[in-house]
């Protein structure tokens, strides 16, 4: 801090030079579950991260990691041309904050995917739905809300408030190859 770091509020830092440590571990991986007749092909993926950092200098814990999270999906591959998938996205509360930066804690939370496409030799077709149940979430990586219209001052706007993930979404797309 230029000054002395306030508990609760935004401070002013400046950047310095500090030893860290950052270690993690990054799996992810796939099987196929069998295939039935009218149904096509069914595969199961996985994918999961973990990662943790600090300080050496101080021991505080690094900014801005995030905690241990991961996506388990069954995919089903219908055709020479259709791909569905259901998702399941998992991120665990963040509790590692960085005191110096007053990171803000946020609670765990799981989102559920549906996704299709259609791939042919020329175009892709994807559409899909994220966060099916429009579960409110707050980002762990996301920082501190600053609000609406009160963001020219330092601390007009209360601190603590985490931003908000993206609500349902539908979305489509298309490729072309040419």
Do not use: H
């Amino acid at each position: 801090c230029n000054t002395t770091c306030t508990v609760d509020r935004f401070n002013v830092l400046k950047y310095v030079n500090q030893d860290a440590q950052l270690y993690g571990l990054d799996l992810s991986g796939n099987v196929m579950l069998g295939k039935l007749q009218q149904l096509g092909r069914f595969q199961l993926t996985g994918q999961g991260s973990y990662t943790r950092g600090q300080n050496v200098t101080t021991g505080d814990n690094l900014y801005n990691i995030m905690p241990l999270n991961g996506k388990l999906g069954l995919v089903q591959y219908l055709g020479a041309n259709w791909t569905n998938t259901i998702e399941g996205q998992f991120v665990a509360a963040k509790t590692n904050l960085n005191a110096v930066r007053n990171e803000i804690a946020t609670g765990g939370y799981s989102l559920y995917n549906l996704r299709a496409s259609y791939d042919d030799k020329k175009y892709r077709v994807n559409f899909g739905i994220e966060n099916l149940l429009n579960k409110l979430y707050a980002l762990p990586q996301g920082g501190a809300y600053l609000g609406q219209g009160n963001t020219m001052s330092m601390n007009g706007v209360p601190w603590g408030t985490a931003v908000a993930g993206m609500g349902r979404t539908f979305y489509i797309s298309a490729n072309m190859k040419f």
